[in-house]
């Protein structure tokens, strides 16, 4: 079997690598960027110069990208050069009601699309350890699980969509959480205490998890080197709160985590790290959070 693998991001780069080197299948990768791609190339991956290639001759197509221009056109691609069987499966951030379009063309080509957005951010990329949610054709996901698996943990959610509207979930309590660890390390700054005392005080409780060990350590050294970036979180919130429109329900906790977010947006901050959006708090409190 062949595989095709489409965007070699910061997410997309080591998901493709990890492919490569448990599945067993050549992998054929495509990414705009050149150094992503010799990174590739280097890690035993096959290059391709045009994704046409991985279209027309692979059987299994991933792909993980940013926008949904750029996202349509890929799957409307491999609708037009692909044969009947295959299974286009869209890791990308997207909207539910666009995935439900593409799934229908893809669906009256006898092509097989899985919406399968994953979260962890480039620490669980790096690992293998992506939480995976698949929407979807079954027999379709049956087929590519253990694929999946070379990424991180693959779970069936339903139905065409499901895996995005799934994705919409996780991102917004994680925005939220986000926004709270922010602001509340800005509270603690502008009193005086201690940073990493704070961490170390409160990583067992209640707030602690995860997400809490991999940014508060981010937060006090002022790393905004992007794990996950925000410009593509703030992407998420978006089509949630397109989603919600569509459902006739409000998000008041989304609309405060994007209040936040378009703050960043606005001032040249959008393509750092999700907990960057601490310098919102230091803007409106006036200090400086963290060590430089």
Known sequence: MKIGFLGMGVMGLPMAKNVVQKSGCEVLGYDVVEKQRRAFGEAGGTLVDN???????????????????IICNSVEQAIQYGKPGNVVIDLSSTAPDIVLE???KAK???????????????????DGTLAIMCGGEREAFDKVKPLLECMGYPVYTGGSASGSVTKLV??????????????GYALAAKAGIDLQTTFEATRCGFAGGPLYEN????L??????PGARVAVHRKDILNAKRYAHKLGVDLPMTDVVLRVMDWMNDNGHID????????????????HVGND
């Open 272 to 287: 750092e790290d999700q907990i960057a959006m601490v310098k919102y708090y230091e803007d409106k409190m006036g200090v």
């Open 170 to 183: 996780n991102n917004l309590i994680g925005g939220a959480t986000l926004v709270a660890i922010a602001e």
């Open 215 to 218: 940014k508060v350590p981010k």
């Open 220 to 225: 006090i050294k002022r790393d905004y080197k």
């Open 51 to 69: 994704p046409v290639e991985i279209y027309k001759n692979c059987e299994v197509i991933m792909q993980i990208l940013p926008t949904h221009p």
């Open 102 to 104: 593409l799934y229908e």
């Open 108 to 126: 009256a080509a006898g092509i097989f699309l899985l919406d399968s957005p994953i979260s962890g951010g480039n620490p669980k990329a790096i």
